[in-house]
């Protein structure tokens, strides 16, 4: 086990001074850092492997494809799933959300018919669906969630009924950090052949995704929040539903023969990567998969849980906080509120002492509305942060009470 | 970074504590609604006005230190002015919080919202103070919602 000096010497970012203060990140929810590993990897990619992939005969573009598909592969066995061809290159989280709600969702909803989500959904989680809703005449349902910030099982069950036809959840809040039980409600659900979608864009930073263990339909993600690029990201979905929709987007590599009396096309996952993909972005991913690998969740959630637990006592001593979502099982994000100190000014100070942390609805408006809320600070972790910087944080805290005279 | 003491001044935090004026109006002859998508601020402004005369306003605000301040002080500025000189003090802040020039500080001219000069060296906390304005703006011209975006 690497100890903690050498993890932070990995990421070279830790070592900048912000305001003229050691930069303290506590936004991994928002995004992680990167490795010298992921930095490294997809800077010699560009600088000696570069190539389209999938349509040359010369030899980059035929190693290009190679990287490509390996990285594909090395998604595929991170999170378990059966083949390679249940892993779509998208863009982010948020285009697989879309794409499903698209190019399944469409064809299988109509009048009446109901999409379950949380109501602890990031918007991303929410507006695809609303949109689908809108044109098949379908309606979502959010779920209710309990003062705790837990998904409520009793109201999960109720709203299960004949018309529920898709349910949407996050594995893990995005504002909250709750840990969803999102194998039980998946058996749940399937036992009534409810087709599932879970968004994992929170998880997978912060621990081991079995997709055929969990049982979901579809699982998405976003490599920036796994210690990779941006712009890049994950759709699983099981073969027998995906070689069953339509195309999302038209384009090269993602067509068998086109004419002008019709077009055929590939199977998945080439039929949802219309264009020229993100092949630097699959390159980086993969190394970056191979770091946290090599970190092992063991220890990863071994560090969380005592960063979880010790921030939590220190933030719980200060009179004038409130932290918002105490769910039994968490990643290690604390949002919170202040008695006089909205969450912008509160995140302002902490910036000036080197602080990164997220103020406002953390895209997610309902959450906010339904915990009576406008807006929280959210410091959230990653296994690169050390206790020290907890401290840091809760001697700004004061400072930010005594500004505002708490 | 900036002083925070230009941000968080003695003047400000008053006005974020107790803001003036921020019982809705009623009965008034115009509203609007401040929203900042990114962060999620809003605030309200009543104007109550004939055509030439501010004679009332209100404006509630849910959020930061920096909006609810800015609103509580333009509601002091603004009330019982003629709608011509409403019209320039909102030009001269929005010049005065994002013009490229650098302003002196003159505080017969700009009262308490020279307390919110600081915020020019706080890019990202800008709009906090421009939302009010903004509001009123579009309460004057009979539109009902102005955003930051």
């Known amino acids: 086990m690497k100890d903690e000096e050498t993890i932070r010497s990995e990421f070279p970012i830790l070592d900048k001074e912000v305001n003229g203060k050691s930069l303290v990140y506590f936004d991994n929810a928002a995004t992680t850092q990167k490795p010298k590993a992921v930095i490294n990897r997809i800077s010699n990619f560009l600088s000696e492997e570069n190539a389209n992939i999938h349509r040359g005969v010369h030899h980059l573009s035929m190693n290009a494809t190679k990287a490509y598909d390996e990285a594909r592969s090395c998604v595929a066995k991170f999170i378990n799933a059966e083949s390679d061809n249940e892993i779509i290159f998208v863009r982010g989280a948020t285009e697989a959300i879309n794409l499903v709600a698209n190019s399944f969702g469409k064809n299988l909803l109509d009048t009446g018919d109901e999409i379950l989500v949380t109501e602890m959904e990031h918007h991303a989680n929410i507006v695809p669906w609303q949109l689908i809703a809108n044109k098949t005449g379908a309606k979502v349902i959010p779920i209710a969630i309990t003062d705790d910030g837990e998904i409520d099982l009793k109201d999960f069950e109720a709203k299960i009924n004949e018309r529920t036809k898709m349910a949407a959840f996050v594995h893990v809040s995005n504002a909250l950090g709750t840990v969803n039980p999102a194998k039980e409600m998946i058996h749940k659900l399937k036992s009534k052949n409810i087709p599932v979608l879970l968004d994992g864009a929170q998880a997978v930073g912060h621990q081991a995704v079995n997709v055929q263990e969990l049982g979901c339909d579809f699982y998405v993600f976003s490599s920036h929040k796994l210690f990779g690029p941006d712009g890049m990201g994950v759709l699983y979905g099981k073969h027998n539903l995906l070689s069953k929709m339509p195309p999302y987007q038209g384009g090269g590599d993602m067509i068998e023969v086109v004419s002008f009396e019709g077009t055929t096309f590939r199977e998945p996952p080439e039929r949802f990567e219309a264009g020229t993909p993100n092949i630097s972005g699959a390159v980086g991913l993969k190394e970056a998969i191979n770091y946290v690998n090599e970190l092992g969740w063991e220890n990863i959630e071994k560090i969380e849980s005592s960063l979880l637990n010790y921030a939590t006592e220190k933030l719980s001593s200060i009179p004038s906080l409130k932290i918002i979502g105490k769910a039994k099982r968490k990643v290690p994000v604390l949002s919170f509120t202040m008695e006089s100190a909205h969450p912008h000014d509160v995140a302002t100070i902490l910036d000036s002492k080197g602080i990164a942390v997220r103020a406002g609805h953390h895209c997610a408006q309902p959450l906010m509305k339904r915990l009576g809320v406008s807006a929280t600070t959210r410091a959230s972790m990653s296994f690169y942060n050390k206790v020290d910087e907890i401290d840091q944080l809760d001697e700004a805290l004061k400072y930010v009470s005594k500004i505002f005279g708490d | ?149």
């Open chain 2, 1 to 149: 970074m900036e002083d925070l003491s230009d941000l968080y001044q003695e003047i400000i935090l008053s006005h974020n504590k107790r803001p003036r004026n921020s019982d809705p109006l009623d009965p008034s002859t115009g509203q609007a609604d401040g929203n900042n998508p990114l962060c999620g601020d809003k605030l309200t402004v009543h104007v109550r006005n004939t055509e030439s005369l501010l004679e009332a306003v209100s404006c509630d605000t849910d959020g930061c230190a920096i909006s609810r301040a800015s609103g509580s002080i333009m509601t002091t500025m603004v009330e019982g002015k003629l709608i011509t000189e409403v019209e320039r003090l909102i030009e001269e802040t929005k010049l005065l919080l994002t013009g490229e020039d650098e302003p002196e500080v003159d505080l017969v001219q700009q009262g308490d919202m020279a307390a919110l000069i600081g915020v020019r060296k706080f890019p990202a906390r800008i709009k906090c103070a421009t939302l009010a304005w903004h509001a009123l703006e579009a309460a004057l011209r009979g539109n009902d919602e102005a955003s930051t975006e």
